[in-house]
């Protein structure tokens, strides 16, 4: 297969060394495509990608690890791919879904995947209510656009849950309000599902003081055995984004396993190394069994 990494950090990120040597290794070829230098002939009959100067050819697969901070204009690209029948690991329609976490939130609450409370407004007045919504204090309170725990905030008290929910107005910023997982102890589950199935499991603690568990933030990773309600909640939260590789973050309330998020790019350093699986490896020969010119879901649509 020849197959493209969609990304911008090269080699500078382990999961993208790592997916460049278990594709070679399997005796492909995959190489780098700068997600922001690419440019597009969008109109044309017969659709393609550019990279300076040149149009690139075709490929079998792409792999899409498009940053947080360029959804947009990576899935356009990704979208051109698509219409030229290249088979994406994650469709751009997916990834775009799973990147807005209010809408995820209310694709998943359909398909009956438990969830944390969660309250969503833009108006200012009945600030009250809408911390009654996820039962008061404590709370956390997450900017929509946040990636890394960088956009969350714990409210211990009501009066502290007022003033951060007025200050997040005045910024006009987009947030969601939700019932604070106490009994989770600042630990997280990560389940890595491929193609409808947990290829490997971890639990993410966070730092002495800290709940945010995310091992930017200093979380630490362990191997851990997940519940079938577990496997299958993870299961289900991917099918139910459309996702072929996801990452699964579950949180261990006292009314069952609750989804934080589904996210479309997962890193494979905690994970590999965490539980000693070879993940990329698995990404490769699902692409190997799935990648046929033509076979994505949507082929760039909806
Ligand atoms: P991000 O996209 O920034 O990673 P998350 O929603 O995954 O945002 O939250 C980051 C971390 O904060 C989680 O991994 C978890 O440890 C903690 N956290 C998030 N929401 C809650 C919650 N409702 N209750 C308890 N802890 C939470
Ligand atoms: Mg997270």
């Not at 040597?21 to 009959?45: F, K, P, Q, W």
């Not at 960088?150 to 910023?173: H, P, S």
């Not at 009314?255 to 350093?269: F, I, K, Q, R």
């Given at each position: 297969?020849?197959?493209?990494?969609?990304?911008?950090?090269?080699?500078?990120?382990?999961?993208?060394?790592?997916?460049?040597?278990?594709?070679?290794?399997?005796?492909?070829?995959?190489?780098?495509?700068?997600?922001?230098?690419?440019?597009?002939?969008?109109?044309?009959?017969?659709?393609?990608?550019?990279?300076?100067?040149?149009?690139?050819?075709f490929?079998?697969?792409?792999?899409?690890?498009?940053?947080?901070?360029?959804?947009?204009?990576?899935?356009?690209v990704?979208?051109?791919?698509?219409?030229?029948?290249?088979?994406?690991?994650?469709?751009?329609?997916?990834?775009?879904?799973?990147?807005d976490?209010?809408?995820?939130?209310?694709?998943?609450?359909?398909?009956?995947?438990?969830?944390?409370?969660?309250?969503?407004?833009?108006?200012?007045?009945?600030?009250n209510?809408?911390i009654?919504?996820?039962?008061?204090?404590?709370?956390?309170?997450?900017?929509?656009?946040?990636?890394q725990?960088?956009?969350?905030?714990?409210?211990?008290?009501?009066?502290?849950?007022?003033?951060?929910?007025?200050?997040?107005?005045q910024?006009?910023?987009?947030?969601?309000?939700?019932?604070?997982?106490?009994?989770?102890?600042?630990?997280?589950?990560r389940?890595?599902?491929?193609?409808?199935?947990?290829?490997?499991?971890?639990?993410?603690?966070?730092?002495?003081?800290?709940?945010?568990?995310?091992?930017?933030?200093?979380?630490?990773?362990?191997?851990?055995k997940?519940?079938?309600?577990?496997?299958?909640t993870?299961?289900?939260?991917?099918?139910?984004?459309?996702?072929?590789?996801?990452?699964?973050?579950?949180?261990?309330?006292?009314?069952?396993?609750?989804?934080?998020?589904?996210n479309?790019?997962?890193?494979?350093?905690?994970?590999?190394?965490?539980?000693?699986?070879?993940?990329?490896?698995m990404?490769?020969?699902?692409?190997?069994?799935?990648?046929?010119?033509?076979?994505?879901?949507?082929?760039?649509?909806?």
């Amino acid at each position: 297969m020849r197959i493209a990494l969609l990304t911008r950090a090269k080699d500078r990120l382990y999961s993208n060394r790592r997916l460049v040597e278990a594709a070679r290794a399997r005796g492909h070829e995959i190489e780098y495509v700068h997600t922001l230098n690419c440019y597009m002939d969008i109109a044309s009959h017969s659709p393609s990608v550019h990279l300076g100067g040149q149009e690139l050819p075709f490929f079998d697969a792409v792999i899409p690890r498009i940053g947080a901070s360029v959804t947009f204009y990576g899935c356009a690209v990704l979208r051109q791919f698509e219409m030229m029948g290249s088979y994406p690991l994650n469709e751009s329609v997916a990834i775009t879904r799973s990147r807005d976490k209010l809408r995820s939130l209310q694709i998943l609450a359909r398909a009956g995947v438990g969830l944390p409370l969660t309250g969503f407004a833009h108006s200012t007045k009945n600030t009250n209510d809408l911390i009654q919504l996820v039962n008061g204090a404590p709370l956390v309170v997450k900017v929509l656009e946040g990636t890394q725990g960088k956009g969350i905030v714990l409210a211990e008290t009501q009066k502290a849950a007022e003033t951060i929910i007025d200050a997040f107005r005045q910024l006009k910023a987009n947030f969601l309000v939700q019932e604070f997982i106490k009994e989770a102890g600042g630990a997280d589950i990560r389940a890595f599902v491929i193609g409808g199935k947990i290829v490997a499991a971890m639990m993410r603690k966070a730092a002495e003081g800290e709940f945010r568990s995310n091992l930017h933030r200093g979380g630490t990773a362990s191997l851990i055995k997940l519940t079938p309600e577990e496997r299958s909640t993870a299961v289900r939260s991917a099918k139910r984004m459309g996702l072929n590789v996801a990452g699964v973050d579950i949180l261990r309330s006292s009314h069952g396993p609750v989804v934080m998020e589904v996210n479309s790019s997962p890193g494979l350093e905690g994970i590999e190394k965490a539980t000693g699986k070879d993940v990329a490896d698995m990404i490769i020969q699902f692409l190997e069994t799935n990648a046929k010119p033509k076979r994505t879901r949507t082929r760039g649509q909806g």
